[in-house]
């Protein structure tokens, strides 16, 4: 099908990090894209202009960009949509991102004040959202920490939120959405494109959602509801689909 989109129309290829292009691991920073994933990305961008390939995540895209090490052009969305980069351009954040900066110091207060120095919890900072690691915690005591955390930014820093990641709680600007991520990328292609979306988890519903009638959304994982209209069992599932994609749009 992908094959098909490439040759009537081309592609937009947006993917997402954790949980589609790698597995989950219990450092962040050791999560490295799956055996082949850098072969067929790389292929791919290269594809005489039927595929235009946009790699979207909650991370910062310097850090991702240190992951995936993928040369050629590649598009970045990063911060859950509030950091964006282009071949020939740096990554940029949102003007909404920044308006944020005054109460994502009040959060990164209240953890240093609260946050336990030991027992499996850890804090990531990524300038335009700060995250509580607890992979590593106490169930119990990583419960109990992140609803503390939820009340907080509910009562005290109105322009943000708590997003529930996989063993991460996040607080990040209202505005961010992968669905703006897609509305961003989208501008940057020719409008006959086709997008196609591959992502894992509940943060990837507003990017499903943002396609359009002829756009096509793939979970990633175990069948649940979802905008997707296609699913993936992991992301080893995906590396095949990238591999076909790769040898039909090259020749090769």
């Not at 950091?83 to 009040?106: I, N, V």
């Amino acid at each position: 099908m992908l094959a098909e989109l490439a040759r009537a129309r081309g592609i937009l290829l947006c993917l997402d990090y954790d949980g589609t292009l790698a597995e989950f691991t219990v450092d962040p920073a050791q999560s490295h894209p799956v055996d082949g994933a850098r072969e067929y990305l790389e292929r791919i961008a290269h594809a005489c202009g039927s595929v235009v390939l946009a790699i979207v995540t909650g991370r910062r895209i310097e850090q991702l960009r240190n992951l995936v090490r993928l040369r050629g052009p590649v598009l970045y969305s990063g911060l859950h949509g509030l950091e964006f980069e282009t071949p020939d351009r740096g990554p940029q954040l949102s003007p909404e991102a920044m308006k944020c900066f005054p109460e994502l110091d009040r959060v990164r207060q209240w953890l240093r004040q609260n946050v336990p120095d030991s027992r499996g919890f850890r804090i990531e900072d990524k300038i335009a959202a700060v995250g509580l690691h607890y992979r590593e915690a106490d169930p119990a005591q990583a419960r109990a920490l992140c609803d503390r955390l939820a009340e907080f930014v509910a009562a005290s820093t109105p322009l943000l939120k708590v997003v529930p990641l996989m063993m991460i709680a996040e607080a990040i600007p209202r505005a961010a959405s992968k669905g703006r991520a897609i509305e961003w990328l989208k501008a940057q292609v020719p409008r006959h494109f086709a997008t196609v979306y591959f992502g894992d988890d509940s943060t990837d519903e507003d990017a499903f959602a943002a396609l359009g009638p002829d756009d096509v959304g793939v979970l990633i994982g175990s069948e649940r509801r979802s905008h997707a209209r296609y699913r993936l069992d992991n992301p080893r599932a995906l590396i095949r689909e990238l591999a076909d994609l790769g040898a039909a749009v090259t020749g090769s």
